[in-house]
């Protein structure tokens, strides 16, 4: 026999409306005539019991009257002046024979060990009938299972006569009294949780999931919206678990955080088995729409293969030190897909997915992303302007080790260098500038049938420095920085192409393995034609070299007028041709390993 449960600070009727509760966890029917339950407090109760307790039956006491909760009492009895508020009351209970059968104990301070009294009068909960009454063995009701009303018709926050919260697994269908309480929490004592049913978080509110809670939700049916706030923070050896209910099934909906959602975090979190056509716009495991979540040492597993985090319009989002797998179902597919907004994501893996990080060009943003690691994905990164501030990132084992470059640009444009490339393979920048700054390597993928060009109808301008240089480069060129070999074979990248109102500023500037361009009037790795304009300050041209029988050249033009190609400090090497000039001669100065086409206009510098 154990005490079970003690409402010590009564209820919300009555503050002296107060109960407690016995427990046979025996396979016996005890009969109680003659045992007591004695405070230590001379005061305060002692109560002689009446009548038995069957097996695994519950003994519901009630002060004064069957007053205090909905639930009928076993036995009324005076609890003498009350049990204490503002100090702890040591319950023993006696046999008949007055030998000490069970006794719970107080905090050290003087204080209950769980429970609380006035706004919300909470009782306490003994955690394992098999334990001593210890004080780590007793918690408060977790507010979310309740059975039973007081004599105002309020909730009584406890279970009298039923399976305590903070005993019971799994907890079905959870009442998260959202109406009543600012801030909800499913707490550890009760979990898993089940919820048959869509869960929401209204807005102003906060759900509060203790590290180590599992929550399931109901295959194909179950959303989970938070409208105002999610605080799932677990710990490294007590993750917190969002799953279907049951293991290798159809999945749930989705986590979806709304417009009006704030400050939501996830730290150390695992969202399994999420997104589904089924559930329309909530395919995602996880959806964030106009809002901002922290998603910290976490994992999305199994489940949707098509997006495992959608950000739309996410301002300030921060995905840290998390991973991301899986995300494989067709070409288009992408571990986060980015829609809008700036959020940053950085130290985390992304593996075997389709795509790593998608930023669409479907609205304006400028994400950031860093110090990521990527393998076995087809595009690390893929980027259809506006683009994103990248840095530090690294890829191995993928298709494509590199940010891949969606267009055309059709505003100022700015990359910056990362450790990872830059690729592209048919590429136009259609208007505004694209400027990339000191560092920055771009290379041409190889795709059967790709074109393997940049062409410029606006303006492309390069900021390389003497010790940081831009480079245009072929995919499989690993020299790139002084290290590596080059593997480069046959077909390299075809030119960057500078049409008629297109403009180049290339500064500190390498073009390698250009030129594959079988067209014989239109060869050459830098090209600009009739009406276009291009600078070269400290450029070098190389291994523009495509077979003895295409007479390639690292720079042809089209120009009529003198002065639209012009520039100082110029390196060609390793070319089968320097230049290719079919109109004015450029205005060159300090040119280094100049030589011609056969059909080309002759020039001198």
Known sequence: MVINEIAWAGTKASASDEWLELYNPTSSLVDLTGWKVKS??????????????????????????????????????????????????????????????????????????????????????????????????????????????????NVVNGTPKAVNSVSLSPTIDPDLRFSEFASVTLTLLGSPYVANTDVTVPAG????????????????????????????????????????????????????????????????????????????????????????ITFRNSSITTGAGFRKMYLKNSISSLIDRSTFSGASFNADSAAIYIEGGAPTIQFSTFSSNSIGIYNSSAAAGNPVISSNTFTNNTYPVKLNFPVAVLSGNTAT?????????????????????????????????????????????????????????????????????????????????????????????????????????????????????????????????????????LQLQSVEIRNSFFGDNFNNSGLRTDVATTGAVFGSNILFADNKYAMDIAGACPAFSQVTGASFHPDSVPCSF
């Open 397 to 533: 084992n993928n298709t494509y080790n590199g940010t891949f470059l969606e267009g055309p640009v059709t505003q100022n444009t700015t990359l910056q260098a990362d450790t990872m490339p830059y690729i592209m393979e048919s590429f136009t920048v259609q208007a505004g500038t694209l400027t990339l700054q000191a560092g920055v390597v771009v290379k041409f993928a190889n795709v059967t049938g790709g074109t393997r060009e940049l062409v410029v109808n606006g303006t492309l301008v390069t900021t390389g420095t003497s010790e940081s240089k831009v480079v245009f480069t072929a995919a499989d060129d690993n020299t790139v920085g002084g290290t590596g070999t080059s593997t480069v074979a046959t077909p390299h990248w075809k030119w960057i192409r500078f049409l008629a109102g297109g403009t180049g500023n290339l500064q500190n500037t390498v073009v390698k393995y250009g030129g594959n361009n079988q067209i014989q009037q239109q060869r050459g790795a830098l090209s600009v034609a009739s009406g276009g304009t």
């Open 205 to 292: 509110k906060t759900l509060v999931v203790e590290p180590g809670v599992t929550t399931k939700f109901k295959n194909n049916v179950s959303r989970f919206t938070v409208n105002g706030t999610l605080s799932a923070v677990g710990q490294s050896t007590k993750p917190i678990v969002f799953t279907n209910d049951t293991a290798n099934t159809n999945p749930w909906c989705a986590l979806a955080f709304s417009p009006t959602s704030v400050n939501s975090v996830l730290d150390y979190v695992t969202v399994d088995h999420a997104g589904t056509t089924g559930c329309g716009a909530s395919a995602y495991p996880i959806f964030v729409d106009g809002s901002s």
């Open 40 to 153: 230590s407090d001379t005061l305060g109760p002692e109560i002689t019991l009446t009548g038995s307790i069957a097996v695994q039956g519950l003994y519901l006491i009630e002060r004064t009257n069957d007053l205090p909760t909905s639930q009928p009492a076993n036995l009324t009895a005076s609890f003498g002046n009350g049990l204490s508020n503002t100090s702890c009351e040591t319950l023993s209970l006696y046999n008949a024979q007055d030998t000490l059968i069970d006794q719970m104990a107080c905090n050290t301070n003087g204080s209950w060990p769980g429970g609380t009294a006035t706004p919300d009068f909470i009782s306490l909960e003994r955690i394992s009938a098999s334990t001593a009454g210890v004080v780590s063995n007793w918690a408060s009701n977790n507010l979310l299972t309740h059975n039973s009303t007081d004599a105002g018709s």
